[in-house]
């Protein structure tokens, strides 16, 4: 079977070999890293009850974050936030059985030993995308903000 297809005179591409980096792939797959996911009937993240949902999300990750800071699991600051993230990552990527239970041991028992360098490339890509979607949503609602406001004052002149 015959997979490739040709496009122009000079263009030809294999479908099939076609390959990309395997982060930019894998994070493409999973919207809901940016923790925009629809997700709005999931009850609000606790360290007691940690869901699938909790560890893909970037947004329900660091609600559960707060959390570990809360109860003194963890200190706050922006390395402990890039290894519980990677802890995240880590339970994802090994956890075969159970990611979540995995993951609430490692937090607990401080296990931040069992982060390897995939993993915390992984957490700091996740966090890094996070922020810029944060920052341009932040960026989107004040140009919302602005251009009701210069409607608002138009029509009150």
């Known amino acids: ?3 490739s297809r040709r496009l122009f005179d000079n ?8 390959q990309g980096p395997a982060i930019e792939r894998e ?3 999973n919207a809901a890293n ?3 996911s629809g997700e709005c009937d999931l009850p609000e993240p606790t360290l007691r009850d940690v869901r699938m949902e909790d560890l ?6 660091l609600v559960l974050y707060d959390r570990a800071v ?6 706050d600051s922006e390395h402990m936030r890039i290894e519980f993230v990677s802890l995240a990552e880590h339970a994802l990527a090994e956890g075969t059985t159970n990611p979540c239970g995995l993951f609430v041991y490692l937090v607990k028992n401080r296990r931040f030993d069992a982060i390897t360098l995939r993993d915390e490339d992984r957490a700091r890509l996740m966090l890094k995308m996070f922020e810029r979607w944060c920052s341009s949503s932040i960026v989107r609602l004040r140009q919302a903000d602005v251009r009701s406001l210069d409607s608002d004052v138009i029509e009150e002149l």
């Open 34 to 36: 940016l923790g925009v």
């Open 11 to 18: 263009l030809e591409i294999d479908w099939e070999r076609l």
């Open 27 to 29: 994070t493409a797959k």
């Open 1 to 3: 079977m015959l997979v």
């Open 70 to 75: 809360e109860a003194g699991l963890v200190r």
């Open 56 to 61: 893909r999300d970037t947004r329900r990750l």
